[in-house]
């Protein structure tokens, strides 16, 4: 996937249609592994419900994570860096649904995944001074997300903060977080396709998530802001 398949909205009708999408973003280096696939599915879902989605995996795209210029509080958008997020962040903002799948390393989400994370920094508003009030230009849209994670071991400490490390800001970003996937037990490159019953699991979840995604999004802005420190 690249430069291509980036969206333009051509009319309102087409807007609404793109806005009901769903982006599937995977976080593992490893392709055809073990998020790949887990992604996929939960992504045959949506599409088993007849709504349009966008897979694109983090490492085919170069870009680094934020380096804190804050030239996003004047643009609205990350102007500070031009790489390849520049290409992602026409998907983010059209799609109101948003998969993340992400591999376990070292307790946490991967290094594309965080980096991408970061990268949402730009669509935070916060007002003056510092720290005070801010709030999420993504919030009140109706926005809703599924989280997936997959590790080797077998107990929820050892899959440690993954779930929590996308969970805490998409929230922040005023997603509502549908359903959760955490699996467990699989290390081998694409071991997950012997277990049918996560494969089956995950279908339901995109299906769910997309059924989710046909309820209408708010007309106004309605998001939350939260008071900061
Ligand atoms: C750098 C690295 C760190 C890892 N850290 C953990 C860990 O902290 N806990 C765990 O259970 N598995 C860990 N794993 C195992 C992976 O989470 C596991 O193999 C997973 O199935 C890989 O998914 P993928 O095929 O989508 O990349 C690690 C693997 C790598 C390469």
């Known amino acids: 996937m690249g430069a291509a398949d980036t969206p333009s909205v051509s009319n309102g009708e087409d ?12 976080g593992s280096p490893r392709k055809g592994g073990n998020s790949d696939l887990l ?6 879902g949506v599409k088993a419900h007849a709504t349009r989605c966008h897979a694109i995996q983090l490492r085919d795209y170069q870009y680094t994570g934020c380096i804190g210029c804050e030239k996003c509080r004047r643009t609205g958008i990350c102007t500070g860096l031009r ?5 992602l962040y026409p998907h983010i903002i059209h799609a109101r649904g948003m998969i993340l799948v992400s591999p376990t390393h070292h307790y946490n989400i991967t290094s594309w995944m965080k980096s991408f994370i970061d990268r949402l920094y730009c669509f935070y508003h916060f007002q003056a001074p510092r720290p005070g009030n801010w709030s999420s230009r993504l919030a009140g849209q109706g926005r809703k997300a599924v989280i997936g994670a997959v590790c080797e071991q ?4 050892d899959m440690g903060f993954t779930l929590d490390a996308m969970r805490y800001p998409l929230e922040a970003l005023g997603y509502e ?8 037990g699989i290390f081998d490159r694409a071991k997950i396709k012997q277990h049918p019953e996560i494969m089956t ?3 339901k979840i995109g299906h769910d998530l997309a059924r989710s995604l046909t309820i209408a999004p708010p007309t106004a802005f309605s998001g939350p802001s939260m008071a900061g420190g």
């Open 15 to 26: 807007r609404e249609k793109r806005r009901s999408c769903v982006l599937g973003v995977g």
């Open 39 to 44: 992604l996929a599915q939960l992504l045959n």
């Open 83 to 87: 790489d390849g997020m520049s290409l």
């Open 154 to 157: 077998n107990s929820p400490k």
């Open 177 to 184: 977080i549908v359903a959760e996937l955490p699996v467990y």
């Open 201 to 203: 699991r995950a279908r």
